[in-house]
């Protein structure tokens, strides 16, 4: 049986302006058990003002294991998105995010598809995204850390898109991370789709969609912070069973647009992991 942990992603913070040891701060003080922060390359001015949650992997490492450790905090993933599509931005921006995840004790990585060149065709897209996926697998299968593609962008918009993408390289690092409100924007119901890729999925993005977005948004756009989980369109109870019944552990972890969300949606999946434990 499938062992589900609850963690939250540090976007919440996004809209409150809140810095990273704000935002760690309040992770632990709900109740969380997982964090899920970003981390970017070189210098920029809010998060180092305490504007924004990201950190800057020009700065140690051992600085995020501690913030989280000090807490009583774990980490399930790095947010390290970058677009597999331009890999003179993305191959090295992954290497070092696998290193600093290996570092600072996460165990994956979080990327996807992203935006794409403007003037590539298809196949041309495939053929960069697997150097860039190739490239970072080499450093991620060293360090025994997963590289997590969350359905986000057009290339994993689609059960059919996302399996294409994910039989480019032939790597154990290679993951998946899906994203509930992503999936359900792309069209999709996301449902039907863990039920059938449960046991490639190691990490979960619990993103819910407000009735009035789903009704605005769907099929329009990709990917959007979500409501508190338990107030959109998502059946929660059918996917805390589904993550049950894995044979393998697995981070629910909440993306939401608040703090208040952030609250809400720890109490509402907590009875519901209670509910189906093992």
């Known amino acids: 049986m499938g062992n589900i942990k609850l963690g939250l992603n540090l976007e919440f913070a996004r809209f409150e302006n809140g810095s990273f040891d ?8 709900i109740g969380y058990e997982y964090v899920e922060p ?15 949650h990201s950190l800057s992997m020009l700065d140690d490492p051992l600085r995020l294991k501690h913030a989280a ?13 970058a677009p597999l599509a331009k890999p003179e931005v993305s191959v090295e921006y992954l290497r070092q995010s696998i290193r600093y995840a290996a570092e600072c004790g996460a165990p994956m990585i979080m ?9 590539t065709t298809e196949e041309e897209n495939y053929t960069l ?19 997590a593609i969350e359905t986000h962008g057009e290339y994993t ?23 509930t409100g992503n999936s359900y924007l792309s069209g999709n119901d996301p449902h039907q789709w863990l039920e059938d890729i449960v ?29 508190a989980c338990g107030e959109g369109v998502i ?10 019944q894995a044979d393998h552990h697995v981070v629910l972890s909440v993306e939401c647009a608040s703090l208040e969300a952030a609250t809400k949606s720890f109490t509402h999946l907590s009875e519901l992991i209670s509910k189906h434990a093992p």
């Open 22 to 29: 704000w935002a760690m701060d309040q992770a632990a003080a």
């Open 38 to 52: 970003m981390v970017h390359w070189g210098r920029e001015l809010l998060s180092a003002a305490g504007y924004f």
């Open 69 to 81: 450790e000090s807490r009583g905090l774990n980490i399930s993933s790095l947010s390290s998105h």
């Open 111 to 119: 990327i996807d598809d992203g935006p794409l060149p403007s003037w």
């Open 129 to 147: 995204m697997r150097y860039t996926l190739q490239e970072a697998a080499k450093v991620a299968e060293l360090r025994g850390i997963a590289i």
């Open 157 to 179: 918009a689609t059960p059919e898109r996302l399996d294409r993408l994910m039989g480019l390289i032939d790597s154990p690092a290679l993951t998946i991370n899906l994203d």
């Open 199 to 227: 046991d490639r999925v190691t990490h979960l993005h619990a993103k819910d969609i407000s009735p009035e977005d789903a009704a605005h948004y769907r099929g329009k756009v990709r990917g959007m912070l979500g409501c």
């Open 235 to 244: 059946d929660w109870d059918r996917i805390v069973s589904l993550l049950a």
